[in-house]
């Protein structure tokens, strides 16, 4: 599943939530998070697998428990969570 508003009025999120994303991929920490998208709000436990940059947007890449992949803007992002 792929998230991609129109990247003109993406909002980088803090360094401090940016650097706490990094530390969660890095101990594989499943993480309970919450998204919104032009189709509504989402919820799921993903686990988190790598941070992308392009055009000038930033977003995460996930998978749910199933193994399906998420690609999430960042400033889409609504909360998260380590389980």
Do not use: K
Not at 14 to 40: D, F, K, N
Not at 43 to 70: C, K, M, S
């Amino acid at each position: 599943m792929t998230d991609r508003p129109d990247n003109d009025d993406y909002r980088p999120i803090s360094c401090e939530r940016y650097a706490e994303l990094e530390l969660h991929i890095m101990h594989a920490r499943r993480l309970r998070v919450a998204w919104r998208t032009p189709q509504g709000q989402h919820i799921d436990t993903l686990i988190p697998e790598d941070l992308h940059t392009r055009d000038g947007a930033e977003y995460l890449v996930a998978r749910n428990r199933l193994g399906e992949a998420f690609i999430i803007r960042l400033d889409q992002l609504q909360r998260f969570r380590p389980l």
